[in-house]
């Protein structure tokens, strides 16, 4: 008997990395933990689906086969997905917390299953192929604030935490931030003559 969860997750405990993080922007290392959560030693009995990336949520199907698994089903069933983004990929630079990268805002079994295909094959939705095509692959987890993938929200924050943060530091840091403050102040002085 196959079984379908529907699942969805944040970030835990988030850094200041984490915060301004657009997990859309991390497509490319999320299908890779699907792909090797599909290729353990669970996959004749535990496959998921990456059904969407939001800008602070990372949406899944789990497909478990009751026959072959235990009974009881829980979050904890998809750890093997957390831990390939946390180790493989780099993903502790996001967090506060040693080993623990999400919490579970859903988990829900889905009751209506014809909505669903799962061939075993296609491990991403639509969606995913239109968030791989805007956000081009990235290998390396560079230092978000040297993104230029920032909403005007994250934007805000980032200004607000660099202000805040301007006299903490090393000597040359604050120098840094200082030079930063004002250069905004002046692109902001200019644009608005």
């Known amino acids: 008997m ?3 969860y529907e699942i969805e997750l944040c970030f ?3 850094n200041d990395q984490g915060r301004l993080l657009d997990l859309r922007s991390k497509v490319f290392d999320i299908l890779y933990a699907v792909e ?4 353990t030693e669970f996959k004749d009995y535990k496959k998921i689906f990456l059904k969407n990336i939001l800008r602070k949520r990372i949406q899944l199907l789990l497909y478990i086969d009751k026959h072959n698994g235990s009974n009881q089903v829980t979050a904890r069933d998809i750890s093997v997905f957390s831990k390939r983004l946390y180790h493989d990929k780099n993903w502790s630079i996001f967090t506060k917390e040693n080993a623990k990268l999400f919490v579970t805002l859903k988990f829900e079994e889905c009751l209506n299953t014809t909505n669903y295909k799962f061939d075993g094959i ?10 791989k095509k805007k956000y081009p692959q990235n290998n390396s987890n560079i230092d978000i604030f ?5 909403s005007d ?4 924050t980032w200004t607000e935490m660099l202000i805040s943060m301007q006299e903490v530091g090393s000597e040359f840091e604050i120098e840094r931030k200082k030079k930063i403050i004002y250069q905004l102040k002046e692109i902001i002085k200019n644009s608005s003559s």
């Open 122 to 131: 296609t491990f991403f939705s639509q969606e995913i192929i239109d968030i």
């Open 146 to 150: 040297n993104s230029h993938i920032l």
């Open 12 to 14: 835990k405990v988030p």
């Open 153 to 156: 929200r994250d934007l805000l």
């Open 36 to 39: 090797e959560f599909n290729c």
């Open 2 to 4: 196959i079984k379908l």
